[in-house]
């Protein structure tokens, strides 16, 4: 690479390589998986903070992208990725919630639960609330849940089958992703269990489209509203505060982001017609 001081070559390469990353529609995580790479590495790479990272490295992340080592050490050129826009108040990245706005969270499924087992409805609920956060957090593992469900109502339980044989996608919300992804970049925000949102891409039950970022609270270890949750979704979606939008469904998250200095809109998944309505008012582009 030419060199005009070694900082600027890792910032140039990091720069080209998210240009590829993006063209080629994937995500950090997907090219994380593509190219067994660690997340934290790539993420580093894109920043420009490695200096001189493997060549081994970059053949892997070149091969992943289907381009060239060429390509991303700047002998060939990068095909540019397609322009995003900016909304009439400065938005530029948008993060969508999961449960309560792409979908409706499964209740069903604690009924299901009550049905089979014959086990009062607000017993398990009680149990589940009790052990939700802290596997959300990844700080309790999903078999925990089954196995303290299991004790409850005495039966095997697989919590991750029951929510998402319950789970149903808020008519219309769909669209809207996708209309969002043609326009800003976009990402998922979501208090989760481990392997909920990849499942959920699989079964269609959420997009399964080319998100900028995805945080997983079962993956960074921290839930809206904690604060710590907002500056890792900030920095993976690199963009000042002024620029995100969070859509969610609860208004403690929504505050939260608030005073983060996010712009923020409340999704009522009672009338998502309506909501869809309003953020698509809110993502009109300026002019």
């Given at each position: 690479?030419?060199?005009?001081?070694?900082?600027?070559?890792?910032?140039?390469?990091?720069?080209?390589?998210?240009?590829?990353?993006?063209?080629?529609?994937?995500?950090?995580?997907?090219?994380?998986?593509?190219?067994?790479?660690?997340?934290?590495?790539?993420?580093?790479?894109?920043?420009?903070?490695?200096?001189?990272?493997?060549?081994?490295?970059?053949?892997?992340?070149?091969?992943?992208?289907?381009?060239?080592?060429?390509?991303?050490?700047?002998?060939?050129?990068?095909?540019?990725?397609?322009?995003?826009?900016?909304?009439?108040?400065?938005?530029?990245?948008?993060?969508?919630?999961?449960?309560?706005?792409?979908?409706?969270?499964?209740?069903?499924?604690?009924?299901?639960?009550?049905?089979?087992?014959?086990?009062?409805?607000?017993?398990?609920?009680?149990?589940?609330w009790e052990y939700d956060d802290a596997v959300c957090r990844g700080d309790k593992s999903l078999d925990e849940l089954n196995t303290v469900l299991a004790e409850t109502i005495h039966m095997i339980v697989d919590w991750k089958k029951y929510y998402l044989d319950a789970v149903e996608p808020v008519g219309g919300i769909n669209d809207l992703v996708r209309w969002s992804i043609?326009?800003?970049?976009?990402?998922?925000?979501?208090?989760?269990?481990?392997?909920?949102?990849?499942?959920?891409?699989?079964?269609?039950?959420?997009?399964?489209?080319?998100?900028?970022?995805?945080?997983?609270?079962?993956?960074?270890?921290?839930?809206?509203?904690?604060?710590?949750?907002?500056?890792?979704?900030?920095?993976?979606?690199?963009?000042?505060?002024?620029?995100?939008?969070?859509?969610?469904?609860?208004?403690?998250?929504?505050?939260?982001?608030?005073?983060?200095?996010?712009?923020?809109?409340?999704?009522?998944?009672?009338?998502?017609?309506?909501?869809?309505?309003?953020?698509?008012?809110?993502?009109?582009?300026?002019?």
């Amino acid at each position: 690479m030419e060199s005009e001081g070694g900082a600027l070559d890792e910032k140039r390469l990091g720069k080209r390589l998210q240009e590829a990353r993006v063209a080629a529609g994937l995500t950090q995580q997907q090219l994380c998986q593509k190219a067994s790479l660690s997340y934290s590495t790539l993420a580093k790479i894109e920043r420009g903070a490695i200096k001189s990272p493997s060549i081994f490295t970059i053949q892997s992340i070149a091969a992943a992208l289907n381009t060239t080592l060429d390509a991303l050490l700047g002998i060939e050129p990068v095909a540019a990725p397609p322009t995003k826009k900016t909304t009439r108040s400065g938005v530029r990245f948008v993060f969508f919630d999961v449960n309560g706005c792409l979908v409706r969270f499964a209740h069903r499924g604690f009924s299901k639960l009550s049905e089979e087992s014959g086990v009062p409805i607000d017993v398990i609920e009680t149990v589940f609330w009790e052990y939700d956060d802290a596997v959300c957090r990844g700080d309790k593992s999903l078999d925990e849940l089954n196995t303290v469900l299991a004790e409850t109502i005495h039966m095997i339980v697989d919590w991750k089958k029951y929510y998402l044989d319950a789970v149903e996608p808020v008519g219309g919300i769909n669209d809207l992703v996708r209309w969002s992804i043609e326009n800003y970049h976009v990402g998922l925000l979501t208090n989760s269990m481990p392997g909920f949102v990849p499942a959920m891409r699989e079964r269609g039950l959420i997009p399964d489209v080319a998100f900028d970022t995805i945080i997983d609270s079962s993956e960074v270890h921290a839930m809206k509203p904690d604060p710590r949750i907002y500056e890792i979704a900030q920095e993976r979606a690199g963009f000042p505060p002024s620029e995100i939008l969070l859509i969610d469904d609860s208004r403690a998250n929504l505050i939260a982001a608030k005073k983060h200095g996010w712009h923020t809109i409340w999704f009522d998944y009672y009338r998502p017609e309506e909501s869809i309505a309003n953020i698509r008012q809110a993502l009109q582009p300026a002019e």
